[in-house]
């Protein structure tokens, strides 16, 4: 990818968003695609499928267990950089999933993926979205509608009031920045034969719980195989020493830590 790190990163601090244009080359979003296209048509097939909108639009949740091509993407350098500076330094994925929007979907809840955290949402970047289009993402086909300046109000929108959405217009291969208090939604599609396929990679510090369990849900295939920034970002590390320990730390801090503690350092 070609393109300034600091400047993305500077744009979704300022404006909520940002867009690198040209960012899948066109055979991976083939790929992408083609698994998308093959995950919606298994799991509406086999009743699972998670359908919105009367079914117009579907969702396909936890795609690093439904495909090799996902364990790649979620761990894509430039979002990892990207990621690494709004989301000061470490992070983990909360969940990665793609949206299709078909004709008759319908928007959806005006929301931010922090909104979860009780208001007001620190000064701190706590979570970030990467936004792969598959489509162009247009007016008319649900592309992610957003209320420009948003993200600096720290909270939520209010559900009785109606707010200015813009969309986010962009073509297909691109990737949008999202920062985690911006308010947003899927869009509306009003087009006659018309999709939008989009994935959501969608990221958080690292002691936030995760909207996805990926160690219960994610296959033992998948971890076997996972690079050290697969296993990190699935939760599968511990972090700073103190969260994510299995009966107690591991061997080699409490070798660690009981010198000190016999020596008073932690009391
Ligand atoms: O489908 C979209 O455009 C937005 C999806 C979304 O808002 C989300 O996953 O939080």
Redesign the pocket.
Known sequence: MDFDINEIVGTVERDGVAIIRGAIPPDLLQRIRDRVDHLNRAERESGIGFIESEGANQRVFNLVNKGEIFEEIVQEPAVMQIMTQLLGGDFILSGF?S?T?GPGGEP?LL?S?SGYVPPPHPEYLLSA?A?WMLDDFTREN???EYVPGSHRQRCNPDPRREYTCVPILAPAGSIAILHGYTW????ANVTHNGHRR?L?A?YVRPFLRVQENHLVSVREEVWHRASPTLRRLLGGELYLNSIGFIDGPPERMRKLAFPKRKAGAFV
Do not use: P, Q
């Open positions: 999933s949206n929007t959806m929301h993926d979205n936004i649900g592309g992610t947003h939604r899927t869009g989009a959501f969608y």
